[in-house]
């Protein structure tokens, strides 16, 4: 990129003095500026013609002559910016953009929120970290759970935490119980315009039902057949009316079998970088357009503490918006997740359930995450598991001491680090050395120590549909085999399978609530804390509405044109 070139030359040319007036020659500006003599010459025309800067020669091979900047390189980097965006040239911007990340989160500031690009709403949200690849079966990340829903269907998805059509526009259940049929809506079409083929998700259902997650979700399914054209037909193991929710949930979103970034949802994924995620609404789509053209995330990494990780913080309050209108955002929407930071104990010979149950009642009455020293409003103290699912009272118990040493294994977010050192100092006072392991990553999964553990703290993030996010909690996450003995798992997931086997919806939620009161009961898990999202936009950027992901429905944001001036 020409551009970027000479304006990597001017920047080497300006650092010599740092923009201050320079007495120099030719020859020494072409040193600095690794090119010709004749070359320089040439710059120098040009960006005094473009009002950089101001070169006054003096005749004779080898005087000095007077160097004036009138710009600096931040100021003509920026205004490139500005360019390349409103042309809606990303690839070109991105080549503008390779700086620290302090220097570059400063420069993108004033081009976040929303924005008209090329005569297209754009919304531009900066992101603190990269983006992990978006595979719907392999996703941990909130943001990228959250933005595998945009590009990917599923013959199901989530409205007001309850199964919708989607790909398919019906379905039924069989008397039986053990038959399903999804019907698909006609001209159906990837985000490259290709036709879907119901044997193109028959495909890619066999495939999920074949992974690791998919077999645990979908246990009940015994083979998905094509019963016509145009619809899908389940057959079951065992009665599972869980079926419609498990097919909306992210594991069973469906990318094109040939291209996994293909999918058939609003958006499709136009760019995927370490420095810029970029989405854009399509003309193929089979509901109600977006309304936003496009959608990006730029990543301006933070500083972070290298021994927790890249990952570490917890953005659970977004700010969409330039720096110049920071003090003009506004909350546009703010609740307290449904999702929750847990502490769970795998009770064994060296730890009685006497002794957990001690342990859960110290914690309780310690009121620990009020003390925790966090950012005020971050999270609020777990008083319930889910609304109306309350915790038990643990006993008391004096009499009762702890083992000598436990082992704590804990993941991210960060804050279960500040939790865990405070444990460890809550034990000390009654003589239990608590000894740490953290694992740097969002979920235990390919975490092969955790066995080892005897107590463990997580987070259990619950987007739509909670009551049967738990559910699926209890079959998929390796933490219950891990502190459940093999009878007791074989008992919870036996108990799982009467639970979806009940026609009414009611009865399920009372099946789970009892699940998990009896699990809590008997000191096996415990919610912490549960985190406030906010989301914060300018004036201007309308249609934010705060989800169950702590995110806001892109299809849904809007930005008004710019005002026509005659």
């Known amino acids: 990129m020409r551009q970027l070139n000479r304006l990597n030359q001017f920047t080497r040319l300006w650092q010599h003095s740092r923009g201050a007036v320079q007495q120099t020659s030719v020859a020494e500006m072409a040193e600095r500026c690794f090119c010709s003599e004749r070359h320089v010459r040439t710059l120098l025309r040009q960006w005094q013609q473009n009002e950089w800067l101001d070169w006054q020669a003096q005749s004779g091979r080898g005087k000095r002559g007077t160097l004036r900047f009138l710009q600096n390189p931040e100021q003509l980097r920026s205004a490139l910016l500005q360019q390349q965006l409103d042309g809606g040239q990303t690839q070109h911007a991105l080549q503008l953009v390779q700086l620290a990340p302090e220097q570059l989160a400063h420069l993108l500031q004033p081009f976040m929120g929303g924005q008209w690009q090329n005569d297209a709403p754009t919304l531009r949200i900066p992101y603190y970290r990269p983006l992990d690849d978006i595979q719907p079966l ?52 990837w985000h490259s315009g290709e036709a879907i083929d119901a044997g193109q998700l028959q495909q890619q259902l066999q495939r999920i039902l074949q992974s690791e997650t998919g077999s645990k979700l979908l246990a009940s399914v015994k083979s998905i057949t094509l019963a016509h054209a145009l619809c899908l037909r389940f057959e079951l193991h065992c009665p599972d009316n869980w079926l419609a929710h498990r097919l909306a949930s992210v594991s069973c979103l469906l990318p094109h079998p040939q291209d996994e970034k293909l999918g058939a949802g609003p958006y499709r994924l136009s760019h995927f970088s370490p420095t810029l995620v970029r989405i854009e609404s399509h003309g193929w789509y089979h509901l109600q357009h977006p309304l936003m053209q496009a959608i990006e995330y730029w990543i301006t990494p933070q500083l ?231 989301v914060s936009a300018p004036p201007g950027v309308e249609g934010i509405y705060l989800n169950s992901w702590g995110w806001f429905d892109f299809t849904r944001a809007w930005i008004p044109p710019p005002v026509m001036i005659e």
């Open 304 to 534: 972070f503490d290298s021994q927790l990780g890249t990952s570490c913080r917890h953005p659970v309050q977004i700010a969409i918006g330039a720096q110049h209108e920071l003090s003009r955002l506004r909350p546009v929407s703010n609740s307290i997740s449904l999702g929750f930071c847990y502490l769970a104990i795998r009770q064994s010979d060296a730890l009685s359930p006497a002794q957990a149950a001690k342990l859960m009642h110290l914690i309780q009455q310690a009121e620990m995450v009020a003390r925790l020293p966090l950012e005020e409003g971050l999270i609020t103290p777990g008083r319930e598991l889910l609304p109306g699912w309350p915790l038990p009272c643990w006993p008391e118990n004096p009499h009762i001491s702890l083992p000598a040493i436990l082992q704590l294994h804990y993941h991210l977010p960060v804050e279960l680090d500040a939790m865990a050192h405070q444990l460890q100092q809550l034990l000390a006072m009654h003589d239990c050395q608590l000894q740490l392991h953290f694992h740097p990553g969002k979920s235990w999964k390919n975490y092969n120590d955790l066995p080892s553990a005897d107590l463990i703290m997580g987070d259990r993030l619950i987007g739509d549909a909670p009551q049967f996010t738990l559910e699926s909690w209890l079959r998929l996450d390796s933490l219950w085999p891990a502190i459940l003995d093999a009878e007791q798992y074989r008992r919870l997931i036996a108990s799982l399978d009467q639970i979806q086997a009940l026609a009414q919806e009611s009865d399920r939620f009372d099946g789970l609530q009892h699940t998990f009161q009896q699990l809590m009961s008997d000191a096996v898990i415990t919610p912490l804390f549960n985190y406030r999202y906010q």
């Open 138 to 189: 392999s996703l941990d990340g909130r943001a990228e759970q959250h933005l595998a829903r945009h590009i990917y269907a599923g013959l199901t998805r989530f409205a007001d935490h309850q199964p919708v059509a989607d790909l398919a526009h019906h379905w039924v259940c069989g008397d039986n119980q053990k038959e399903w049929f999804f019907f698909l809506r006609p001209q159906l079409h």
